[in-house]
């Protein structure tokens, strides 16, 4: 079964960072797209980023730009989220998603963290 795990959300100030991490098992990393997803209170789930290693797709959501990196490690396993220069507007429960290739439409998701960026 595919296991997706985030961490590394909490509380920061406007302009600080955070890193998430999402720990992924159950699935061959090499071949698979990451995505980090997030949704804010009485918004639609967005997606923020995403990084394939199977086709090289590399995508980032216009809001997030020079600000967020995706990056992996792929003995690990493991894909991380580098957030900097944090806006009120970030605040949203961040997902991890994993499929085939990156695309608004995952099959497999993490049960997510929350990131909270107050003014």
């Known amino acids: 079964e595919v296991l997706l795990v985030e961490s590394g959300g909490g509380l920061v100030q406007s302009g600080g960072s955070l890193r998430l991490s999402c720990a992924a098992s159950?699935?061959?990393?090499?071949?698979?797209?990451i995505a980090w997803f997030r949704q804010a209170p009485g918004k639609e789930r967005e997606g923020v980023s995403c990084?394939?290693?199977?086709?090289?797709?590399?995508y980032y959501v216009d809001s997030v730009k020079g600000r967020f990196t995706i990056t992996t490690d792929n003995a690990k396993n493991e894909v991380y989220l580098q957030m900097t220069n944090l806006k009120p507007e970030d605040t949203a429960v961040y997902y991890c998603?994993?499929?085939?290739?990156?695309?608004?439409?995952?099959?497999?998701w993490g049960k997510g963290t929350l990131v909270t960026v107050s003014s």
């Open positions: 990084i394939s290693n199977s086709d090289g797709d590399l």
């Open positions: 159950g699935l061959t990393f090499d071949t698979y797209a």
């Open positions: 998603a994993a499929d085939f290739l990156c695309g608004r439409y995952m099959n497999n």
